[in-house]
């Protein structure tokens, strides 16, 4: 037994008054309201079937509720394996200690009885959870613990104040799943794991691909942007930049405050053959799959739909709609979440359809969580291909992997290699800058790592090199281009620069290249 998660769905509960156990329950939803209980809500249940109140009235708090979608999923699940941890010891949380913690930390991360051990950064998400957790219990309108168990200290944050950092928490953690692949090796990973691909190149007999083309744009688009999943995934069709007649390499998009991890707003910037493959893929799969939803009347028995009348505003964007029972309402775009945005719909030639731009084969939303699987069979596809079982491993050459590993955050740190990469390229070669060119041109507009660090979105520089760019934050990257193309190459083709990232596969640690033989035609 063991403590489970269910989440309120977004539909009201119904009771069936026939069921006289539930008797008495017909008021749930007014019941609901009145403790605070949202939609996307968690509610744990104890392994003798209890709620517990006080973890409720936690998942109903301003902190809690404060969280992105992910982030309650992920703390939810972090919580539920604590509380498991102290049930085996006979224990509710409230009564957990700080040994209990030290204990957790150490089956958690060491114990042989773990077969699931955990490193450093996953540790540190789940000690955040905890300290979410008391820090909330123990305020002096809450009092609901005696002692946070979680211990914490006081040291100097980055902005001058002091900011307390729980002792347990692993100073030299780093991304055990953090990946980085060059050009090649995504290729690569997408010709074999999204496309079918076999080890010689050609498309495999019996591929179907049917989600090929919606699967390829949506990686490409992180990729090529350093977009975030959510951030990626949660794009209505009017967010997407529109290509133009008179061209151009990369067009410059926005992404909304309310699927941002900092809840700012930011610029960011795709290339023109990305929404090339987007604008394919709403024109074929996308549009098909819409009108056989039509057809099966899908959207006409959806709990909550909000048919968009039209969007206004510059930059400050307001979206109005018209919900099923006539109420007609406005929302800034920059405030409408991912789960506001699968609702809104615009009325085309044969009914309404979705403006939420990712769509599965039934021509509903494809929810943000789910591309995660969409990676998972791609890797698993590259393992089977082109490391199948049984194979004696290409060669030991630093760096070079014979199936690339692929993340949608490892997108965004590739992303980040890449453009850092290009960005000293250009500054350095490309433009040909004398040393005092180059000091006034950072001058007025930074260096390349500052420039990578905008395009991220990142708050603070040292998050963008310790962490999106730590295999090559200790080297020095002008003696590595030295080598790269002379300045007539145009730095746009990747594969010019193929030798620079297989030398940087060979020289940093976490960087995937693939041999030369491995390249696919």
Same mark, same amino acid.
């Not at 992910?70 to 999923?73: A, P, V």
């Not at 029972?325 to 007609?328: E, R």
């Given at each position: 037994m063991s403590w489970r998660v269910f989440w309120v769905r977004r539909a009201r509960a119904v009771v069936p008054v026939r069921l006289q156990s539930l008797t008495g329950?017909?008021?749930?939803?007014?019941r609901e309201d009145a403790v605070r209980i949202r939609p996307g809500d968690p509610v744990l249940l104890a392994p003798d079937y209890r709620v517990d109140e006080l973890v409720a009235l936690y998942f109903t708090s301003r902190p809690f509720a404060g969280y992105t979608k992910?982030?309650?999923?992920n703390y939810v699940t972090d919580l539920c394996l604590f509380f498991n941890f102290l049930w085996l010891r006979g224990k509710l949380w409230t009564q957990a200690t700080e040994s209990d913690v030290e204990d957790y930390q150490f089956w958690r991360q060491e114990s042989a009885d773990n077969p699931c051990r955990v490193g450093s950064s996953k540790w540190n998400r789940d000690l955040a959870a905890l300290a979410s957790l008391y820090s909330w219990a123990v305020r002096p309108s809450n009092r609901f613990v005696l002692r946070n168990p979680v211990e914490t200290r006081e040291v100097l944050g980055q902005r001058g104040g002091m900011v307390s950092v729980a002792v347990l928490k692993d100073k030299d953690a780093k991304g055990s799943n953090v990946h980085w692949l060059t050009p090649r090796a995504y290729r690569r990973w997408v010709e074999v794991g999204l496309r079918g691909y076999t080890r010689q190149g050609l498309p495999a007999e019996g591929w179907l691909g049917r989600l090929e083309d919606r699967n390829v744009a949506y990686v490409d688009l992180l990729y090529s942007s350093g977009l975030r999943r959510l951030e990626g995934a949660s794009l209505l069709t009017f967010e997407v930049p529109v290509l133009r007649l008179e061209g151009g390499r990369y067009y410059v998009g926005r992404v909304a405050a309310a699927v941002t991890r900092s809840k700012k707003p930011r610029a960011f910037y795709v290339a023109a053959e990305v929404l090339g493959e987007i604008e394919s893929y709403v024109e074929s799969f996308r549009a098909e799959a819409i009108r056989k939803a039509q057809a099966a009347g899908r959207y006409d028995s959806l709990p909550e739909m909000k048919l968009v009348t039209k969007v206004t505003g510059g930059l400050r964007r307001v979206v109005h709609w018209c919900d099923q029972?006539?109420?007609?309402g406005e929302i800034e775009l920059n405030l409408a979440t991912a789960d506001e945005r699968m609702t809104f719909f615009t009325e085309g030639l044969h009914g309404p359809e979705p403006?939420?731009?990712w769509l599965n084969e039934q021509g509903l939303p494809f929810q943000p969580?789910?591309?995660?699987?969409?990676?998972t069979a791609a890797n698993k596809r590259c393992k089977d291909v082109l490391a199948p079982a049984g194979r004696r491993p290409s060669g030991v050459v630093p760096g070079v992997v014979e199936a690339p590993y692929l993340t949608p955050h490892g997108c965004r740190h590739s992303f980040a290699l890449y453009m850092l990469?290009? $960005?000293?390229?250009?500054m350095d070669e490309r433009f040909g800058l004398?040393?005092?060119e180059r000091r006034d041109y950072r001058l007025l507009y930074g260096d390349a790592w500052g420039m990578v660090q905008g395009l991220l979105g990142h708050a603070s520089r040292e998050t963008t090199i310790n962490h999106y760019l730590a295999p090559v934050a200790d080297l020095q990257l002008r003696s590595l281009l030295a080598t790269a193309p002379t300045a007539q190459a145009d730095p746009a083709v990747t594969g010019?620069?193929?030798?620079?990232?297989?030398? $940087?596969?060979?020289e940093a640690e976490g960087i995937q290249d693939i041999d030369d033989r491995m390249v696919v035609a």
């Open positions: 329950w017909s008021d749930l939803a007014a992910e982030t309650k999923r029972d006539g109420v007609i403006l939420w731009l969580h789910s591309w995660e699987g969409v990676f990469v290009i $960005l000293h390229y250009l004398t040393p005092e010019s620069l193929d030798s620079v990232f297989a030398r $940087l596969a060979r």
